[in-house]
T-cell receptor, first 115, second 116 residues
Framework: GDSVTQMEGPVTLSEEAFLTINCTYT??????LFWYVQYPGEGLQLLLK?????DKGSNKGFEATYRKETTSFHLEKGSVQVSDSAVYFC??????????????FGQGTILTVHP | DTEVTQTPKHLVMGMTNKKSLKCEQH?????MYWYKQKAKKPPELMFV???????INESVPSRFSPECPNSSLLNLHLHALQPEDSALYLC???????????????FGSGTRLTVV
């Protein structure tokens, strides 16, 4: 079945540091890939998405590129802020059989940014 | 209106109580979802409604009973829950279940449920 593997956290950075959170996936067909962010005490917000190979999703300074050859969708940001502290989930939406349209999540990565 | 609204935000209930969670969206979405999220874990899919009909039940115990009275509203009826059912319950929607593959979901803020 479909699966998503995220780098283990927590990740602790100083403000203005470079951020990378690794995400790799296993899926049949042509999944869509997403990054969701969850701030403390809140639901999930869609951060960015990519629906086909080589697409780059971007939002609020975050970027991720859909790499089919390495089955990866790594999240990057050039300069993090304290307000970016949250839990980040990589997810895929399958395109094959019973996985169609269902979101499969990675385990989540806790990011803490210090001033 | 681009929101999914969930009520209540917090709920404490005894194991013999009956309660309901409510989810509402006015985006014209025809697919709605219930997810359960335990602390420090990713959300787990419980139910999918497509055009007001239950299309997926991920083997959820019968003490959880979903209902979709119309295209904007989704309820989750709770009865005889156990303490291990304490979690954040998230509702989500997408234009259709097929469109969710490219659109993704819009999530609500969740109901934090504590069973005592």
């Amino acid at each position: 079945g479909d699966s998503v593997t995220q780098m283990e956290g927590p990740v602790t950075l100083s403000e203005e540091a470079f951020l990378t959170i690794n995400c790799t996936y296993t899926a049949t067909g042509y999944p869509s890939l997403f990054w969701y962010v969850q701030y403390p005490g809140e639901g999930l917000q869609l951060l960015l998405k990519a629906t086909k190979a080589d697409d780059k999703g971007s939002n609020k300074g975050f970027e991720a590129t859909y790499r089919k050859e390495t089955t990866s969708f790594h999240l990057e940001k050039g300069s993090v802020q304290v307000s970016d502290s949250a839990v980040y989930f990589c997810a895929l939406s399958g395109s094959g059989g019973t996985s169609y349209g269902k979101l499969t999540f990675g385990q989540g990565t806790i990011l803490t940014v210090h001033p | 209106d681009t929101e999914v609204t969930q009520t209540p935000k917090h709920l404490v209930m005894g194991m013999t109580n009956k309660k309901s969670l409510k989810c509402e969206q006015h985006m014209g979405h025809r697919a709605m979802y219930w997810y359960k999220q335990k602390a420090k874990k990713p959300p787990e899919l419980m139910f999918v409604y497509s055009y007001e009909k239950l299309s997926i039940n991920e083997s959820v115990p019968s003490r959880f009973s979903p209902e979709c009275p119309n295209s904007s509203l989704l309820n989750l009826h709770l009865h005889a829950l156990q303490p291990e059912d304490s979690a954040l319950y998230l509702c989500a929607s997408s234009p259709t279940d097929l469109d969710s593959q490219s659109y993704g979901y819009t999530f609500g803020s969740g109901t934090r449920l504590t069973v005592v």
